[in-house]
């Protein structure tokens, strides 16, 4: 049985002092939660945020990571790093990474080996834009844009990744893919581990949905049988939301 994972993305938002009033509101309100819960926040605030939820059942996220240990990259951080400042996951991937910052499916291999050699349960994000839907590319895509995160990580490795499935026209547009379209693009995902990892790989990896997920849509997509969880942008940075995303059962 997987266990469901809520993660919220913050991206660029939340000062330090933010993000200890936000975790400090976010506790008792996701206290009971099911799901594994956990704040991907700015690189400068995960101290403060790690020290705001020690003792409760929040864990905390970075939304990048360097793929070297060390070494003249200016402006980077290493896996060692975030996970010293108190980070346990970091995002992987993210489509606005590969829009803006040049992220390759190559680049985005070296950092999930460099996050799972450091300790980090890496959040790797897939999926396609709106022209390659149309065009019938996205099962396809998704499979190769798995398969080349994955290389090189070992079956245990595999199983203790998440994945969260986001279709790129779904972030922060106000349209979510549909439940069916969205269970369906993971049970590719799932296949594809499957026919390179074996069946019990695949069954334990956590995939999650992303894309404008909230609490009114979260019931109907959690709902599905491949749908592990939500990878949460938007609706992560008020507590009332995103605790009601993560809360979700009741
Ligand atoms: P959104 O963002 O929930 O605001 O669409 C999701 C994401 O980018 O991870």
Known sequence: MRIPIIAGNWKMNKTPSEAKALIEELKPLVKDAEATVVVCVPAVD???A???AEGSNIHVGAQNVHFKESGAFTGELSAAMLKEA???YVIIGHSERRTYFGETDETVNQRVLAAVNAGLIPIICVGE???QRE??????????QTMIALTGLTDDQIRNVVIAYEPVWAIGTGLTATDEQA????GVIRKAIENRYGKNVAADVRIQYGGSMNPKNVKGLMAQKEIDGGLIGGASLKAPDFSAVVNYQN
């Open 46 to 48: 995960i101290a403060v």
């Open 183 to 186: 269970n369906e693009t993971i």
């Open 135 to 144: 065009a019938g590319y996205t099962n396809a895509l998704v499979t190769y």
């Open 129 to 131: 834009r709106r022209e």
């Open 50 to 52: 790690a020290q705001a």
């Open 86 to 88: 108190g980070a346990e």
